[in-house]
Each structure stands twice: as structure tokens, then as C-alpha cells.
């Protein structure tokens, strides 16, 4: 009760520099050239456009492709450092949570000398006898995948660790002294119980890719492109602020479902937190 | 109202002037003019280490910050845009000087007098002025490039080189994988290379394509042509069609031996000889049928300019044979005044890179509907 007067100042924030200007937004993309409201000619428009389509698909399945690998990549070395011991467990941890310390465009540039054409891994794979073979995945879609795993590979870690603090060691060993395999203790004793932990992951791991602007930028291909570098062009260098709106709307819309999972994830924490409490 | 401004900026300029003071006394006493750039790295560091010292040794009373725009909005043009909402309100633009920009990009600038007329009575070497580079009294052209093929002598022999656009088609078919050009919107060396593919497709004419005729049917009818040239060389690019980010991704992928010929700006590939980022047996050349397009780099100044004397000054300063020359010889640009007004040295120095033509492409709608039709027609994968 005592916190409800200082609300007012990141509440009218909110309202001012957020709420404000995405009502604005709304209203703009929903007037047609020809000032008719509501109308949704302007996203017909984005829709009848063989190439916007394919930005947004490429962009929906980059985010998710990416997602999906950050997820796996970050559950394996969140469980080596609940169960791991020694040594090992903690230079893993240092190297995994590097990345929250490397700004994303060193990475991109980093990425481009070490994965680029004639870069680091070529020169090594060549000088190992591996040569003909290595195709560099700048300039195409293979380089955002990884810079976005690279970058991206920190937060899930935090979270799942967290997550996998609460699985308690009794459940994993009495199942181990079951005759429970690695596979089975992980499907059936560990994911049930870091399942919200792995869907805030996942959430804020596809909103940080799918928003992402940087390393598609540097390292993509020309064409198709990402939503955050499709957005800045057609804003800029086409002029066309209102097509570039309709894009963030839509990008907007995909990520509020996602963005849903998430609230949807923390509520039912809170929720069981309290009735736990 | 006035008063209080005044006296409230005296304060500040009292505790900037005492925060300055233990460092440089000279300093607190110089009038600062605000600058502003969007060029490229070259260009700014040319500004901040080469003019910005020759300028304070000359005039004790003056300097200049620099700003760097690039990359942010519109980059000049969202400044020039401040400044004319300053000019209407009558309230201080903060800015005395823009180190590129294309007044006409201003909607509604040249109408409302936002730039100062610079002509020899107020920039008195604009006299030594290339004829070339009049066009409209607003813009001082300091200095100019030209887009040109680069190649690597060590791999393609000079007298195999292309010498003409369809020379070069055949010279990309014949060697799948080792040339590039980057992308149209993100630098002047693809956006040119697209130009010259246009001006092939239609007669080799760039008269065609001026500033005052821009029709949608009709653009569109000239570029389909250019588009089934450059799709016929894309799945012969590097890559298939991985078209870097910029002019200087582009000088990597030549600098890393990716591919042995790209198209680059004049000033930026010389640059980058002289610094070994690209290894000295890379060469240049220019087409002998048509050259690719290429042009000057004007400045201008808001005619409401905080410091309207000292940008002149800079301006004037700009123009003076010592800069020119060391815009050829710091940049590998060529210069804005005439050869012949240079050190006839210089001249015979740089023979090679001395346009006999410059053509031009209108920026503004042609340019803006050649990136985006490039993007959609040449750039993508999907099917036609």
C-alpha cells in the first residue's frame, strides 16, 4: 500500500512513451491511403506482397529454429551444473554466461572474422586437411542462427539453473535407484518439474531473437530478412513509415501471443508460491 | 523570456568555461561550430584528424564538434529537418554545418530558405570550383568519387580484365562464385553497380533518369529490363547472391580473398590500399563503354547557423588548395576544385582515377524504387 503513490511516475512512463504511441500506431495502420477508418487495406496489402510474406515466415521460423536450439543447448549445461560437481561444472558456467557480457554487434563482427570466408575456422579446418567442403554461413541464413544462439545462450541458463535448484536430489536419485535411465529421469522427474521455467525461457528467448536487429543485420542474407531489418529499411530508406507500422503491428501481434505464454507462466508461479506459502 | 535564456546560458557557459579552464585556456575562448556528418569512416576520421587540427591552427578563434550520424533515422537529413523547425520557430538550430548533404532531401528546405547561398563572394576559392559540380547554389562540392571495379591482379591478368558491362557478365558467368556487388540501399558501390546494370539495359543513356521524371509505369518498364540482367549474374555471385551489408563488407570479402572482383567507391578502395587493408596487388579500373556513376559530396550550411561566419570560414577553409589536397591524399577522393588549380604533381600522380566523365543517378523516388525493386526482383530466392 505504501509503494501505490510511486507507482504514478513508471505508470504515466508507461502510458506516455508506450501506450500512447502503439494507440497512435493502431489507429495509422487501420486508416487507408484514402483516410477511410477502420480499414485493413494496409495489411491486405502486407499480406498480397509475395515478399513481406516470406520475411515474416522466415522470420517466424529463424526466431523459432534458433529458440529451440538456445533451449536445448542451455537445458544441457543448466543440468551439468545442478547435477555436475567440480571443477568442470564451474569453467562451464563462467564460459556460458560470457556472452551477457559481449555487446551483440562484437559478436556479429567476432562472428564474421571467425566464421567468415577464408576466417579463423576455414584457415583451421584447412590446416587440419579438412579442405572443399566448409561452406561459411555469412550472408545466409546459417549466420543469424548462430549469432542468435551465441548471444542469446546466458539468460536460459540463469533461468533454468534456478529452475533445477527446485528439483530435488531424493526424486532424481530414488528414481535412479529404481533403475531409472538418464532419458527417463529427465522426461519424467526433472521437465514436469522446470516446466514454467522452461516456458519464461522460452519466451524471452524468442522475443529477444524475434526482435532482433543487429546480428540479422550483419550477418543474413539480403533477402529473405528478418522483421527488425525489413522494419528499418522500409522506414528509412523506402520512406514509407506507415508500411514499416504495419510490420511492427504484426510483429507486435506474434509476439503478444508468445509474450501470453510468458504472463501466463509467472501468474501461475505466483499463484503457486502463495498457496504453497 | 530572451533575457533569462541568455543569462541561464551565460551560467552554463561560466561552469563549461571553469570546467575547461584547468585544460586549455585557448579552447574557452573559441567559438564552436556544430558539424555534422553521416559519412563513412573514412570521411569522419578524415574530419576529426586531419581538417579539425589544419582548421584550429588556422583560425585561433574558432573550432568545430562533430557529430556523427550515420546510421541514426534519416542521419543528416533528420538534423537539416531540425534545423528548419528551428528556422520556423525562430530558436537556435544547434547546427553550423552539414559535412554532406543533398539540400533537395529537405522537403521543403530550398523553399523556405533554409540553406545560405554560397558563391565566391562569401567563399571566395569556390572560384577554383570543378564546372562539373554546378548545379545549384547552395551546395559546396568538397570533394568527389566515383564508383570503379576492383579486382586482384594477382588472379585475373590485366589484359583479362572487363572493360565494358557486358565484358563483365561474361567475365562473372565464366567464373561462378568470385565476384559481388553489395546491397543497393546500403552503400553507393552496390547501389551504383545496380545504376549501371539499368543504364545498360537501356541504351547506356543516364539522361534518361533525371530528377524531374520519375513515373512509376514507366520506371518499372525500365527496370524489368535491368533485373533480367542482374538476375541472369545472381546465381554467378558470390555465394548465390550473398550481398553484403555495405561498401566496406563488401572491400572484406575482396581484402579476405572471397572473391577476386567487386564493385567499390573510388576514395574508400584507395584508402584501403594505403593501408594494406587490401593487398597490394588489387587493381582498378573503370568501364570505357559507359563509367559507373559517381558524383560530388556537397556541404551545406542552414542559412540560420548558430555561427553563419565561422561555417563559412570552415567552408571557405574546405575549398583551399591545402585541403583539396589532402582529400586526394588522405581519402583518395578527388577534389571539388578544378586539377588544374592543384599541384600539377598531384595530377600526373593520380592520372588513373581522373574521370573523363562523371554520370549521375537521381537520388530521391528513382532511387528509392530501384532498392526496392531490387530487393524483390534480383536480391530474393523466391520464385518469379
Same mark, same amino acid.
Given at each position: ?27 495509422? &495502420? ?40 538456445? =533451449? ?54 584447412? $590446416? ?21 544462439? !551465441? ?127 | ?47 576529426? @584528424? ?22 541514426? #533515422?534519416?542521419? @543528416? ?17 544547434? #547546427? ?61 591478368? &590485366? ?31 552496390? $547501389? ?34 535491368? !533485373? ?5 549474374? $545472381? ?71 548558430? $555561427?553563419?561566419?565561422?561555417? =563559412? ?12 589536397? #589532402? ?11 578544378? !586539377? ?25 523516388? !528513382? ?13 530474393? @530466392?523466391?520464385?518469379?
Amino acid at each position: 500500500v505504501a509503494v501505490a503513490p510511486l507507482i504514478v511516475g513508471p505508470l504515466a512512463l508507461l502510458v506516455v512513451f508506450a501506450l500512447i504511441p502503439i494507440g497512435l500506431t493502431l489507429v495509422e &495502420t487501420l486508416t487507408s491511403e484514402t483516410g477511410a477508418f477502420p480499414s485493413v487495406s494496409r495489411y491486405a496489402a502486407f499480406f498480397a506482397d509475395g515478399y513481406s510474406r516470406a520475411n515474416l515466415l522466415y522470420t517466424i521460423v529463424q526466431t523459432l529454429v534458433s529458440t529451440l536450439t538456445v =533451449l536445448t543447448a542451455s537445458l544441457i549445461i543448466a543440468l551439468q551444473l545442478r547435477f555436475g560437481r567440480g571443477r568442470v561444472s564451474a569453467v562451464i558456467q563462467g564460459l556460458a554466461l560470457f556472452p551477457l557480457f559481449v555487446p551483440g554487434i562484437i559478436v556479429a563482427y567476432a562472428l564474421i572474422r571467425f566464421l567468415g570466408p577464408n576466417g579463423s575456422l576455414q584457415i583451421l579446418l584447412e $590446416h587440419v586437411g579438412l579442405t572443399g567442403w566448409f561452406r561459411s554461413p555469412y550472408l545466409t541464413p546459417t549466420g543469424p542462427f548462430l549469432g542468435f544462439v !551465441w548471444e542469446n545462450l546466458p539468460l536460459p541458463v540463469l533461468i533454468l539453473t534456478a529452475g533445477l535448484a527446485q528439483v530435488s536430489g531424493h526424486g532424481v536419485e530414488a528414481a535412479r535407484d529404481l533403475g531409472a535411465g538418464i532419458g527417463r529421469i529427465l522426461v519424467e522427474i526433472i521437465l514436469p518439474q522446470v516446466q514454467r521455467s522452461l516456458l519464461i525461457a522460452f519466451s524471452l528467448t524468442f522475443l529477444s531473437i524475434f526482435g532482433a536487429y543487429t546480428v540479422p543485420y550483419l550477418l543474413g542474407p539480403a533477402a529473405p530478412e528478418m522483421m527488425g531489418v525489413f522494419m528499418q529499411r522500409t522506414y528509412s530508406n523506402l520512406g514509407e513509415p506507415v508500411a514499416a507500422e504495419v510490420q511492427a503491428v504484426l510483429s507486435f501481434l506474434i509476439c503478444a501471443v508468445v509474450a501470453a505464454f510468458y504472463v501466463h507462466a509467472l501468474t501461475q508461479e505466483q499463484g503457486a508460491t502463495e498457496a504453497s506459502g | 523570456m530572451t533575457d533569462r535564456r541568455e543569462v541561464l546560458s551565460l551560467i552554463a557557459g561560466v561552469a563549461v568555461g571553469a570546467m575547461l579552464a584547468p585544460v586549455s585556456v585557448l579552447a574557452a575562448d573559441r567559438k564552436i561550430l556544430q558539424v555534422y556528418t553521416d559519412g563513412d569512416t573514412n570521411v569522419t576520421d578524415f574530419f576529426a @584528424n586531419t581538417v579539425l587540427p589544419a582548421f584550429e591552427a588556422a583560425f585561433p578563434d574558432l573550432t568545430f564538434k562533430l557529430t556523427l550520424t550515420r546510421g541514426v #533515422a534519416n542521419e @543528416n537529413v533528420t538534423i537539416a529537418e531540425r534545423t528548419l523547425a528551428a528556422l520556423q520557430t525562430k530558436t537556435d538550430p544547434k #547546427a553550423d554545418y552539414f559535412e554532406e548533404l543533398e539540400p533537395r532531401s529537405v522537403k521543403g528546405g530550398l523553399e523556405a530558405g533554409l540553406f545560405a547561398k554560397l558563391t565566391p563572394a562569401n567563399v571566395p576559392n569556390l572560384a577554383m570550383a570543378n564546372p562539373a559540380s554546378a548545379d545549384l547554389d547552395v551546395r559546396l562540392p568538397y570533394r568527389g568519387s566515383q564508383v570503379l571495379i576492383a579486382y586482384d591482379g594477382a588472379k585475373i591478368p &590485366t589484359d583479362k580484365a572487363p572493360r565494358t558491362f557486358a565484358d563483365l557478365v561474361a567475365w562473372v558467368k565464366a567464373n561462378p562464385g568470385r565476384f559481388i556487388y553489395g546491397r543497393p540501399d546500403k552503400g553507393g558501390s552496390g $547501389h551504383n553497380f545496380v545504376v549501371r546494370a539499368l543504364h545498360e539495359a537501356n541504351g547506356r543513356d543516364p539522361s534518361l533518369f533525371r530528377r524531374d521524371n520519375f513515373e512509376p509505369a514507366k520506371a518499372e518498364a525500365a527496370f524489368q529490363k535491368a !533485373w533480367v540482367l542482374l538476375r541472369e549474374i $545472381h546465381p554467378y555471385t558470390y555465394g548465390n547472391g550473398a550481398y553484403p551489408a555495405g561498401n566496406t563488407p563488401t572491400l572484406q570479402l575482396l581484402a579476405q580473398g572471397a572473391v577476386d572482383m567487386i564493385s567499390a567507391w573510388s576514395d574508400q578502395a584507395l584508402q584501403a590500399l594505403k593501408s594494406e587493408v587490401l593487398p597490394a596487388t588489387v587493381k582498378l579500373l573503370q568501364f570505357s563503354d559507359l563509367a559507373l556513376c559517381g558524383g560530388f559530396a556537397y556541404s551545406a550550411i542552414p542559412a540560420n547557423a548558430t $555561427h553563419l561566419d565561422g561555417a =563559412l570560414k570552415l567552408a571557405n577553409f574546405m575549398m583551399s588548395k591545402e585541403m583539396q589536397t #589532402a582529400v586526394v591524399r588522405e581519402i583518395g577522393g578527388f577534389p571539388g576544385v578544378t !586539377w588544374e588549380s592543384l599541384d600539377p604533381a598531384l595530377r600526373k600522380e593520380y592520372i588513373d582515377i581522373i574521370p573523363v566523365s562523371i554520370p549521375t543517378f537521381p537520388d530521391g523516388d !528513382w532511387s528509392k524504387a530501384l532498392n526496392a525493386g531490387w530487393y524483390k526482383n534480383v536480391a530474393t @530466392n523466391l520464385s518469379q
